[in-house]
């Protein structure tokens, strides 16, 4: 049954999207109190539009969720894939989570490479102000086309929908920090790097410039833009311009103008 599938890890799954809740909450909080940059805008009008966003690809996120449970679970039980390497489970589960992260790194860097979808990721990098709510603002037809390339490679490699929750418990704190607006030491941006992508590296990620934001695709782990030679940083990122040039005018950060925005010249 689809049901008992999706449902039948239900301590995983609150805990996933409990922390994704939790982090964001929190980070919401000291970004307040300790900012790397002052935005003029309000935060919370700023918020408002990225939450509606957000809650837009809810709608795709959540059936499509129940969708995959059912399609990895019949599809496991035809083709185990790295479930036949002679691995211990662990180790089984941790090739899981790089594959599926190196994916996610080929995935962002593909949205910047392919005319078609930047149209669709450009809405993204169009904010012209960097915080924990830019970490959930993404077109929902990106988010769909995420999901359907996502859904044959986790066939392919065997993973089951408990690998998919694993990794977004891991991965989605990460994002949330380096869209983060919280403002760390140098030292400690650095050691952060070490292992994530950074406040600091995902900043220059959304500059103006494109020699600049087609740089540092990570998601979870840093290692892959260190390995593909796509790793950029800089210093003094204070005066760092955000957003895209023509596409973040306030005219055109409105709910309906973002949505549509891929469909027009
Ligand atoms: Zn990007
Ligand atoms: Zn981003």
Same mark, same amino acid.
């Given at each position: 049954?689809?049901?008992?599938?999706?449902?039948?890890?239900?301590?995983?799954?609150?805990?996933? &999207?409990?922390?994704?809740?939790?982090?964001?909450?929190?980070? +919401?909080?000291?970004? *307040?109190? !300790?900012?790397?940059?002052?935005?003029?805008?309000?935060?919370?009008?700023?918020?408002?539009? !990225?939450?509606?966003?957000?809650?837009?690809?809810?709608?795709?996120?959540?059936?499509? *969720?129940?969708? %995959?449970?059912? %399609?990895?679970? +019949?599809?496991? !039980?035809?083709?185990? *894939?790295?479930?036949?390497?002679?691995?211990?489970? /662990?180790?089984?589960?941790?090739?899981?989570?790089?594959?599926?992260?190196?994916?996610?790194?080929? +995935?962002? #860097?593909? @949205?910047?490479?392919?005319?078609?979808? +930047?149209?669709?990721?450009?809405?993204?990098?169009?904010?012209?102000?960097?915080?924990?709510?830019?970490?959930?603002?993404?077109?929902?037809?990106?988010?769909?086309?995420?999901?359907?390339?996502?859904?044959?490679?986790?066939?392919?490699?065997?993973?089951? $929908?408990?690998?998919?929750?694993? &990794?977004?418990?891991? %991965?989605?704190? /990460?994002?949330?920090?380096?869209?983060?607006?919280?403002?760390?030491?140098?030292?400690?941006?650095?050691?952060? #790097?070490?292992? $994530?992508?950074?406040?600091?590296?995902?900043?220059?990620?959304?500059? #103006?410039? #494109?020699?600049?934001?087609?740089?540092? &695709?990570?998601?979870?782990?840093? /290692?892959?833009?260190?390995?593909?030679?796509?790793?950029? %940083?800089?210093? @003094?990122?204070?005066?760092?311009?955000?957003?895209?040039?023509?596409?973040?005018?306030?005219?055109?950060?409105?709910?309906?103008?973002?949505?549509?925005?891929?469909?027009?010249?």
């Amino acid at each position: 049954m689809m049901s008992e599938i999706f449902f039948s890890i239900p301590d995983l799954r609150i805990f996933s &999207y409990g922390t994704t809740l939790a982090c964001g909450v929190l980070l +919401w909080i000291i970004e *307040g109190l !300790n900012p790397f940059f002052f935005p003029e805008k309000r935060r919370s009008l700023h918020a408002k539009l !990225n939450l509606s966003v957000a809650a837009l690809n809810l709608l795709i996120l959540l059936p499509s *969720g129940i969708l %995959m449970a059912f %399609m990895l679970e +019949w599809s496991r !039980n035809v083709w185990p *894939g790295i479930g036949m390497l002679a691995l211990h489970p /662990v180790a089984k589960t941790i090739l899981i989570i790089l594959l599926i992260d190196l994916w996610m790194y080929l +995935w962002h #860097r593909l @949205n910047h490479e392919t005319a078609l979808l +930047w149209r669709f990721h450009s809405i993204h990098h169009s904010d012209a102000i960097l915080d924990v709510t830019s970490s959930w603002r993404f077109h929902f037809l990106e988010i769909l086309i995420s999901e359907l390339l996502r859904l044959p490679l986790f066939m392919l490699m065997g993973a089951g $929908i408990e690998h998919s929750l694993l &990794y977004s418990l891991f %991965m989605t704190p /990460v994002i949330e920090f380096h869209h983060s607006n919280i403002s760390i030491s140098p030292a400690q941006d650095r050691l952060a #790097r070490l292992i $994530i992508p950074s406040p600091m590296m995902h900043r220059l990620h959304h500059s #103006r410039l #494109r020699s600049e934001h087609d740089s540092n &695709y990570g998601s979870m782990l840093s /290692v892959w833009d260190r390995l593909f030679g796509s790793f950029l %940083m800089r210093d @003094n990122l204070e005066e760092l311009r955000l957003g895209l040039d023509h596409e973040s005018d306030p005219g055109k950060q409105k709910l309906f103008a973002l949505l549509k925005r891929p469909f027009c010249p």
